[in-house]
């Protein structure tokens, strides 16, 4: 990359000892930084692989990193910053987050990494600051680093940015983006940094060779990252998207009484942790310490929650609860939404409990291409495993045929409810939401409860808004099996063998 910092002191590097450095970026980041580093995860090694491939003159397409809260994003990006310019790479880096007293703090975390005495014996050049023609240390400020070799690295808040605040005339080569979305930015806050990056911050790249970093957990759904990992961002176009990745694959969680203190908290109970450096012992603390909502979203990367959906996150952590043997239910009904297609068949489970509640107990939906007699017996598994009382079935898609496939060749004649959607899904989807209650008032007051985690089933549920086209298979069962509890919001819902909402 360009030398332009360099040319204008005329000071070269004095680094003796760098030929002893590491060759592999494993061996040289433990020699110089292992304080910093211990076990890596997969996202990790293809970072650390992309930076290493970099040479002085290179534009490599830009790094977009989507890894979770407490799984070295910033760390990672700090470090790579001083991996580029102990090594030559480049010259000038900016460090852009948020604000500028965040990036700022990046920055002084620099410092310390470069302050050493590991980079004193490799790189001494690079572990002291610039001294100028009196003696005085002026590389060391908090917003700007400038070691005696000449790297030198500013810190940009994306507010001071906005501001018009400007850099030297000096064009960096590496631009970092750590942490620059907030939970609680407005869309139209989101716009205006997306116009403050594009418009200011990235024009100043050099063009002769230079490289950028992002890294984030996704926040919000309209965010810049949530728009650069799935493709609405316009800018960076070339850019390498590594993730979203969740810190645990497969999460499932209960609430279970705490021995110690009686109350009801969130209890990690399933689930393979994406980083040895962050276990399920670290993450089930994490919840202990934030909330199951806010580990969901920090940690999981899961923003798919919309606004106007009838369900959000919040309400569904807080009825969910450990499952229950069937012998504590009054009925049982398995819900079923053909898909028409090859969409997905919407099968979920949910029994009445003596406690006049609603519980959902399994989501058993599959793929439509499987064919319907693979999903006809899919239904028919979940009747007898969980000794339902009741299969009730949406009917639009093929009447009789659907009734037909549900029984299948079956010698039993399976007590089958066919019901007809004639109104609007938000009509019959509304009452169900309802029974959830507010969770902002008293969990314990909702009506329904979710005995484990239903990921799919969840996810339709943050993530439909009425109105929308296309038809969430699993929320339609589910809605369909709470209707036939009938729990006691209005009126009796089904009179009839065939009902027309």
Known sequence: MVDALRSRTGVQPTDADAEDAPEQWEEWLRALFGGYVGTFADRHERFWEWVWGIGPTDNPRPYIGVWPRGGGKSTGAELAACALGLRGVCDYAVYVRQTQDLAD?????????????????????????????????????????????????????????????????????????????????????????????????????????????????????????????????????????????????????????????????????????????????????????????????????????????????????????????TDQFTRIVVGVDPSGGTDEIGIVVVGKAHDGLAYVLDDCSVSGDVGPNRWGQAVRNAYDDWQADRIVAEKNYGGDMVASTVQGMSERNLPVEMVSATRGKRVRAEPVASLYGDPEINWKDAQVRHAGTFSKLETQMTSWVPGDGKSPDRLDALVWAIHELSLDTSEKVYTGETINF
């Open 105 to 325: 703090d990046s920055v002084g975390n620099i410092q310390s990494m470069l302050e050493s005495t590991a980079v004193e014996r490799y790189y001494p050049s690079h572990a002291e600051p610039e001294v100028g023609k009196f003696g005085n240390r002026r590389g060391w400020r908090r917003e700007r680093l400038q070691t005696a070799g000449d790297f030198t690295i500013d810190a940009l808040g994306l507010d001071a940015a906005a501001r018009g605040s400007k850099m030297d005339e000096y064009r960096p080569d590496l631009i970092i983006l750590d942490d620059i979305d907030d939970k609680h930015d407005s869309s139209a806050i989101t716009r205006k940094k997306e116009e403050t990056l594009k418009d200011s911050v990235l024009p100043m790249l050099s063009d002769d060779g230079s490289a950028v970093i992002g890294i984030q957990n996704l926040i919000i759904p309209h965010g810049i990252f949530s728009k650069l990992a799935d493709g609405r961002a316009d800018f960076l176009q070339r850019r390498i998207v590594d993730g979203p990745y969740p810190a645990v694959e497969d999460l499932e969680t209960e609430k279970q009484k705490d021995e110690e203190t009686g109350e009801w908290r969130d209890v990690i109970v399933g689930g393979t942790p994406t980083w040895d450096g962050q276990d399920i012992g670290d993450c089930q603390a994490r919840i202990d310490r934030s909330g199951l909502a806010s580990f969901i979203r920090e940690c999981q990367n899961n923003v798919q929650e919309r606004e106007g959906a009838l369900w959000s996150t919040d309400c569904l952590n807080t009825v969910r609860i450990g499952g229950g043997a």
